[in-house]
């Protein structure tokens, strides 16, 4: 879906499902399984960064670990620059790994408070063979300096950072083994509205200093919409919609990603809105998922699943009727 102008994919899934088994309702009774992903499809070509938006347990974290090998397939590939991770063997997975790297969502929770920054950020190095201590040093130094820090800072513990400051030195951990795919999750979503926009343009000057691909997970339109050229709309583990950034902001097609924009909040405009969270259930066996809350199912919505289709626009939409 992702694939432009004829490139090879950096990143390519390739239906991919994961499930998870839930615990049992009764003692001697089977145990139900949930499908977090349930068989998912694109491709992010080189220098092209890819987002992914929807509601907390859409299933969005699941899929981007998924991505990068930190939680294997139940079926389906994730492949990187053409190699199955899920099939590599450990030693080549170690050397795929210093291609790719994660931004966490919580700035507080993934920096270990008893290391140094310095090794916090020198961590990644390991993936990679022949790197001296001074390469190590000169290299976390880059990486700090790259993110507006300062190499002295490589002294310091986590706790004598801000928030703001705390996901720069995630993001220079990412950057440290200048990886071609960044998977970030919800990079901005536990810091202040005033340092969202700082780390974002960050991200977006570091895509265009090192040619960065970013892979961006979050539930906030805007957020996508400031890095990503296409974004695909995520509901129960499937995607709903996908397309260019533009174009699908401007005009939805899948009535859920409708009301994913309706209810964002908006300048001079009064808040609308938020569609209905999604309950624990794993929803109708039949037919489409979101027809319970949509405004437009008809008989056809319960009784067949759409399939993402593509429309004249560039854009691939998974709806009966779409708008």
Known sequence: MSEQQGGAPLLEIADL??????????LFGPRPQLRAVDGVSFRVTAGRSFGIVGESG???STLARAAIALEW?????ARLMGSAMNLAPRAALRKMRAHMQMIFQDPYGSLDPRQTVARIVGEPLACLDGISRADGAARIAEALQAV????????????EFSGGQRQRVAIARALITRPRLVVADEPVSALDVSIQAQVLNLMTD???QFGITYLL??????????ICDEIAVMYRGRFVETGPSEILLASPAHPYTRALIDAAPK????RRRAPAPASDSPGPKTGCAYASRCAFAQSKCREEAPALRPLVDGRHVAC????
Request: net charge positive.
């Open 73 to 77: 397939p139940t079926s389906g590939q």
């Open 58 to 60: 859409s299933g969005k």
């Open 217 to 226: 997970i979050s539930h906030d339109l805007a957020v996508v919409e400031h």
């Open 320 to 323: 009966h009727f779409p708008l």
């Open 148 to 159: 507006g820090l300062s190499a002295t800072d490589a002294r310091k513990y986590p706790h």
């Open 206 to 208: 570091l895509q265009q």
């Open 17 to 26: 499902v994961k499930t998870y088994r839930l615990p049992r309702e009764r």
């Open 267 to 270: 300048l001079q405009t009064a």
